[in-house]
């Protein structure tokens, strides 16, 4: 069983930048693909980033490919959302995920653990 918490949400302005964190425990870290979702009210939970074992190849929404990036320290248990020149519509809680799956998945249903959520704001 693993155990998933994020942090580093925040209020940004537009074009600003945020660092998530997502500390694993539990399990064995290096073993599982991580993601991470966002859910805006009243929406559906998007697919936003997922990282393989390694740490290697990295997979990203479209609306966010160039301006975000996953990464992975595999010796700290942790995954990372770099987010720069945020928009006021990405505002949403985002959520870590682990997946049990052999290659990274943008289907939620596919990722097996999650976290509570850390929330982001960004106004204009």
């Known amino acids: 069983q693993v155990q998933v918490v994020e942090s580093g949400g925040g209020l940004v302005q537009a074009g600003g930048s945020l660092r998530l964190s997502c500390a694993a425990s539990?399990?064995?870290?290096?073993?599982?693909?991580m993601g991470w979702f966002r859910q805006a009210p009243g929406k559906e939970r998007d697919f936003v980033a997922a990282?393989?074992?390694?740490?290697?190849?990295?997979y990203y929404a479209d609306s966010v490919k160039g301006r975000f990036t996953i990464s992975r320290d595999n010796a700290n248990n942790t995954v990372y959302l770099q987010m720069n020149n945020l928009k006021a519509e990405e505002t949403a809680v985002y959520f870590c995920?682990?997946?049990?799956?052999?290659?990274?998945?943008?289907?939620?249903?596919?990722?097996?653990?999650w976290g509570q959520g850390t929330q982001v704001t960004v106004y204009s």
């Open positions: 539990g399990g064995t870290f290096s073993s599982y693909i």
């Open positions: 995920a682990a997946s049990r799956q052999a290659a990274p998945s943008t289907y939620r249903a596919l990722y097996n653990y």
């Open positions: 990282i393989t074992w390694t740490g290697r190849r990295p």
